[in-house]
């Protein structure tokens, strides 16, 4: 399975832009990148996804380096409802065990009013 | 409210007991997964479903039994625990034949064995 590095925890103060970065340097062609969250005391919810190109939706904007070795998931504007633990994940976009998210340790996310 | 729900949302049960987990998703999706979340563990993958049709079993014990009914129905039927086995359960849904593999998830049911 390919793999994920990302740091155990990061800091952020309110309504400042968060970086998150992810390190996937074994990834394959085929793999796309995933990010779920974790509030606390709730199931995991999705993020974005992406292959190569940045991706920007209304959560948040993913930014694919160009070997595709690294990635960062960017909040524009941190509330401090985004406090939580959030996943980088590789996964096949299809069907099958290749599909399937096999989820890290993510980075617990700390906002300060 | 992500159309996942999950009951019960707590649980105590006794090493001898039998309890059932009860999953049901309202988006017409046609897989449907059973994860543990373990203290301080990520989260793992313990069965997958596609069509009502059990294609993962992630090497569980057999004191954790799933079933599929149907496409929105999943449940987990438990037995005999272990103390170890106390952790949060989740299921997801995913609608499996779209180019996007996105996974919804219920909240979880927090189960205490003693």
């Known amino acids: 399975d390919a793999k994920t590095t990302q740091p155990n925890s990061m800091e952020s103060n309110e309504e400042e832009p968060v970086h998150l970065p992810c390190n996937h340097s074994?990834?394959?062609?085929?793999?796309?990148i995933h990010w779920y969250r974790q509030l606390p005391s709730q199931g995991p919810e999705y993020v974005i996804h992406?292959?190569?190109s940045n991706v920007n939706n209304r959560m948040a904007s993913l930014a694919i380096a160009e070997d595709r070795k690294s990635s960062t998931l960017i909040l524009h504007r941190a509330t401090l409802r985004d406090a939580a633990v959030y996943y980088c994940?590789?996964?096949?976009?299809?069907?099958?065990?290749?599909?399937?998210?096999?989820f890290g340790k993510g980075t617990k996310l700390s906002v300060k009013p | 409210e992500t159309g996942v729900t999950q009951t019960p949302r707590h649980l105590v049960m006794g090493m001898t007991n039998k309890k059932s987990l009860k999953c049901e998703q309202h988006?017409?999706?046609?897989?449907m997964y059973w994860y543990k979340q373990s203290a301080k563990k990520p989260l793992e993958l313990m069965f997958v479903?596609?069509?009502?049709?059990?294609?993962e079993n992630n090497s569980v014990p057999s004191r954790f039994s799933p079933e599929c009914p149907n496409s929105s129905h999943l449940f987990l039927h438990l037995h005999t625990l272990q103390p170890e086995d106390s952790a949060l359960y989740l299921c997801?849904?995913?609608?499996?034949?779209?180019?996007?593999?996105?996974?919804?998830f219920g909240p979880g049911t927090r189960l205490t064995v003693t």
């Open positions: 997801a849904s995913s609608q499996e034949d779209t180019r996007v593999y996105e996974q919804y």
């Open positions: 074994t990834i394959s062609g085929t793999d796309y």
């Open positions: 992406g292959l190569t």
């Open positions: 994940i590789l996964s096949q976009n299809y069907g099958g065990s290749q599909g399937n998210l096999i």
């Open positions: 988006l017409g999706h046609n897989a």
């Open positions: 479903y596609n069509f009502k049709e059990q294609t």
